[in-house]
């Protein structure tokens, strides 16, 4: 598959970095970094210090609802309920009624019991914002045993080794450094954000995307800052090519775990394969996965949930069965971003 691109890259020796320099890079940031301005992202320095919570998708110009944690959670009831319910019909009892001081009033005429084609919901017919019903669907797990095992496989990756590295590396980097690599990583993948918007048919996402990518390259001092979102008020829209296949009527398939890499299925395993090529760090040496792009990605993931630490715990907490409860936030998230676009 990496020959289809080997006619688009330069020699590989151009692109190989040694350990050398992957060093230098990272002692770079870290004495150069705080000189790069006083805002990280959507995020002043002054704000960061006063707020470490920050969610790292603002400081990286997201919209909030490209937040898979919040946006899964929902809207509040009172945006999801087309309309408040009636109040019950209480009929006077006739006679030989019984004694019941509300007279002859049944379950249904309260409210408290199913009516005739309707659902049990407290609030009754619920509608979504755009006034069509919610419709349940049925979550495909057929390998479940499989996920089941990377679940806990993963839940234990998490606890003995993410988890530790991700505490370590949050305490040893500064707050506002983490947030100049975010804007980084974010911005090298700016290339997958602007042909998967080009294949939506979204040119007016993919023309905000050149633009922001241009901006930063060179008034955000390569990338190390978002510019784009700080001078100029652009906002990223995320894109990848499992939500191009969505919009193009593709199903999710089934729910799949990957080992490492957690909750996916198969539409989003396939927009992987894809988008991997679309990331420059992927043409770090010769093979398609090797120890540097593979290296780089990880440490990405690690800036990451560096950011995030005490939110997977949360869930688990908050649920009964954290394994459906992932599965479900997943899935939802994807459909939303898909249905949103």
């Given at each position: 598959m990496r020959n289809l691109f080997n006619g688009a890259k330069a020699p590989a020796d151009l692109f190989v970095i040694r350990p050398a320099t992957v060093l230098f890079f990272i002692l770079f940031l870290g004495w150069?970094?705080?000189?790069?301005?006083?805002?990280?992202?959507?995020?002043?320095?002054?704000?960061?210090?006063?707020?470490?919570?920050?969610s790292?998708?603002?400081?990286?110009?997201?919209?909030?609802?490209?937040?898979?944690?919040?946006?899964?959670a929902g809207k509040p009831v009172a945006e999801n309920t087309g309309a408040v319910p009636e109040k019950p019909d209480v009929k006077a009892a006739p006679g030989g009624a019984s004694d019941d001081e509300y007279g002859d009033v049944t379950p249904e005429e309260l409210g408290i019991g199913p009516k005739a084609g309707k659902t049990s919901d407290e609030y009754g017919d619920v509608v979504s914002d755009t006034g069509e019903g919610l419709e349940a669907k049925e979550t495909y797990d057929p390998i479940r045993p499989f996920n089941t095992a990377m679940y806990h496989f993963n839940d234990k990756?998490?606890?003995?080794a993410w988890k530790p590295v991700s505490t370590g590396y949050k305490y040893v980097v500064p707050h506002e450094v983490r947030g100049i690599i975010l804007n980084f990583y974010e911005n090298l993948k700016a290339p997958m954000r602007i042909i998967n918007n080009l294949l939506q048919g979204d040119m007016e996402h993919a023309g905000t995307e050149f633009a922001s990518l241009l901006i930063n390259l060179t008034l955000g001092?390569?990338?190390?800052?978002?510019?784009?979102?700080?001078?100029?008020?652009?906002?990223?829209?995320?894109?990848?090519?499992?939500?191009?296949?969505?919009?193009?009527?593709?199903?999710?398939?089934?729910?799949?775990?990957?080992?490492?890499?957690?909750?996916?299925?198969?539409?989003?395993?396939?927009?992987?394969?894809?988008?991997w090529p679309l990331r420059p760090?992927?043409?770090?040496?010769?093979?398609?996965?090797n120890e540097y792009n593979v290296g780089l990605y990880i440490h990405e993931k690690i800036n990451y949930t560096s950011f995030h630490l005490g939110e997977y715990e949360a869930l688990q907490n908050a649920s009964a069965d954290p394994y459906v409860a992932m599965r479900e936030i997943y899935l939802q998230y994807r459909d939303n971003l898909i249905r949103k676009r």
């Open positions: 150069c970094g705080p000189l790069l301005g006083q805002e990280v992202g959507a995020v002043s320095v002054r704000t960061l210090k006063a707020a470490e919570d920050q790292p998708f603002v400081m990286a110009g997201f919209t909030e609802k490209d937040v898979p944690a919040r946006y899964a990756v998490y606890y003995w001092v390569g990338g190390l800052k978002n510019c784009a979102q700080d001078c100029f008020g652009i906002q990223r829209d995320y894109a990848d090519f499992g939500q191009t296949l969505g919009k193009w009527g593709f199903g999710y398939g089934f729910y799949v775990v990957l080992p490492f890499l957690g909750p996916s299925d198969v539409r989003d395993g396939i927009g992987l394969l894809f988008d760090t992927s043409y770090l040496g010769d093979e398609f996965f």
